[in-house]
């Protein structure tokens, strides 16, 4: 078998993975065996029988829709020496192998040379259409290529011009697979939870999301802007998304995997005035593993929790805006109560992180499959615990409601401000106050704040008392409150490493039930809770502020005063 580079192997062993071919103890099986025995990936894997080519030629085909190709029938064609180079054909390890009519027929046996289509479009001034063929197969009919080569060398040096400019496209075009894999890999060395990708009239960017800010890094924006297309249909290839289509939003995911784990990503393209935009959302499977106790939470508030999810039946709300960790709040708590003999299921859109013993089921809103759908199919599964990813409407608020009622422990999310508004915001969705004073428990909302750095941080001297107190200090703790903020150092990005969940819990007791059924305003429920030992966010941010690991700057930013 010829040895392909390193990307296509990787690019291949990433299609088999996907495809459930070959699983993540095998790849780490075949990453390990490659290192000690000095052999490619790709032939590792085929030693240890993981795969064969008959398998890579048949996802090939499927995942892409290319038809199937026998090389070794097909008849060489003397006319294609003539249009493409045969450094081009071996260095690239695609094969024309027919044309007429204006088509070039072209077979590959690695999804990584779609890229070099419009390459070889602007090449031969023909349209290529694409074939699946198997490494071998490929192989056997370069050299046959190969054996027929006679041009001689006067023949050659007049088309030196013609090659040099061909071998500067393949360049471009490997360059665009070693970008890409850079750009995923930095993000995720990082911490990154997104990367955008975007362009304008006179420069393009690639921008981190770190620790909730986004930071543009520069050190992309060169190539990127000189390769902007070429990029955007590497990031659809891997995506399994319609690189000719540029008019239209496309939604897809992929898989990433490095030397130590597999990354997957979730891929939002955006037709804008000035090319397509991008952004890559980063769903690391570690973060779904998190413990309950790691999450930041006070020792009252935990206690609330852990009696609210060890319950037989009702509903725990968990709210908060886009990326304020409530996935992650959510899964801890699954991780938590997650027996062998307790049934529970899950209906997201998307699945972010997979978790054994748990029945997760993705949302198809595009083919009418719903959260609402999901819910009823789910009561016929005999489950002790449901997790619905969001309440989008009022008819999955009555039926999660009722199934909170009916013996079933149901966990939810909503986008609310505090716990107290999603009272107000179940009721303005129509939902009955008995229903939700009946089945709701607890609901907990949160933001995540980056923590200032220990290494660096300092006392902020432009925090006064007045200021504290505008905030709800009271006199005679913003008198002697001493507050931090990070400077900046070796150890962290601009005074800041880490972030860590800032938690409000509000636990429905019997008084806020009756209050609920009273059809009590927010600020009266709000008053009852906080004389029954209810504290907010705010009340939180203020704690860890006189801690130092809260600075006033990100305290302002992440929460609104009371």
Known sequence: MIRLDESSEQNILNMLMESSVITMDQMSKINTTSKEVGKTKLETAFELNFTDEDKILKILSTNYSLPTIDLSKKVIDPKIKKIIDLRYIQDNMLVPFEMSGGILKIAIADPTKLSLMKNLKTMTKMEPELYATSISNIKEFIDRLSRQDSKKISEQNVKIEKVEKKEELIEVGSEVITFGTKLITEAINLGASDIHIECFRDKAQIRFRIDGILKIMNNYSKFLYENYNAVVARVKIISKLDIAERRLPQDGASTFVSDTKAIDLRVSILPTKNNERIVMRILNKDAGDKSLSSLGFEEKDLAKLSKAIGSPQGMVLVTGPTGSGKTTTLYSILKHINKPGMNILTAEDPVEYEMDGVGQVQIKEAIGYTFEDALRSFLRQDPEV????????????????????????????????DAISSITRLINMGTPNYLISAAVTLIMAQRLARKSCLECREIDNNITPKLLNSIGFLPEQSARAKIYKGVGCDFCTNGYKGRMGIYEILEIDHELKAAILSNLQPKELFSLAKKNGYRTMQDMGKSLMLTGDLSYAEYERVLQSE
């Not at 619905?388 to 939810?412: N, P, Y």
Request: aromatic share 4%.
């Open 386 to 417: 449901i997790l619905v990813g969001e309440i989008r409407d009022k008819t999955t608020v009555d039926i999660a409601l009722k199934a909170a009622l009916t013996g079933h422990l149901v966990f939810t999310t909503l986008h609310t401000n």
